[in-house]
């Protein structure tokens, strides 16, 4: 026989992978929130998903590099991830408050990244750019409240 027969273990392994993947698309794509793989993974096992915290992380970063999934690192080194609504390159605005996190594109950001990659002679340039701030709802509700004079 020229064909490759898999064992039982191996077609249980592919379809454990395949469930799994599955589950995870299914935990990012519920949110439009940013979500460490630890949040993530915490969701899968409260709906009783059998998935190790490994595979959540190695799924989640597949995901990013294929360009489905955002990546966002906070200042303190934590990665979050969330579904990419945008196919186009884009940067984040995120309010460090509640996390609200608009997508923004940056087109003077681009010719300044060519400009510095070609003056220092670099090609295949890739960059990422997380602008942090308050928004305005959060801004508003930690202003003082205005005395009227009285």
């Not at 589950?23 to 899968?44: K, P």
């Not at 999934?69 to 934590?78: A, K, R, V």
Request: charged share 25%; aromatic share 4%; with cysteine.
């Amino acid at each position: 026989m020229d064909g490759l027969v898999m064992s039982s273990e191996a077609v249980e392994s592919k379809s454990r992978s395949t469930r799994q993947a599955a589950a995870i698309e299914s935990a990012m794509s519920g949110t439009e929130a940013f979500r460490s793989a630890q949040d993530v993974y915490s969701e899968l096992r409260s709906r009783g998903e059998s998935v190790g915290l490994t595979t959540v992380y190695r799924r989640l970063q597949a995901m990013a590099e294929a360009g489905s999934l955002d990546i966002l690192q906070q200042p303190g080194g934590e990665v979050l991830y969330r579904l990419c609504s945008s196919d186009r390159h884009h940067h984040h605005l995120v309010c460090r408050v509640c996390g609200r996190t608009v997508e923004v594109e940056g087109p003077g950001v681009e010719t300044w990244a060519r400009k510095v990659a070609d003056q220092h002679g670099f090609a295949n340039l890739e960059h990422t750019l997380e602008l942090f701030g308050t928004c305005l709802d959060c801004a508003a509700d930690a202003a003082p409240p205005v005395r009227d004079g009285s």
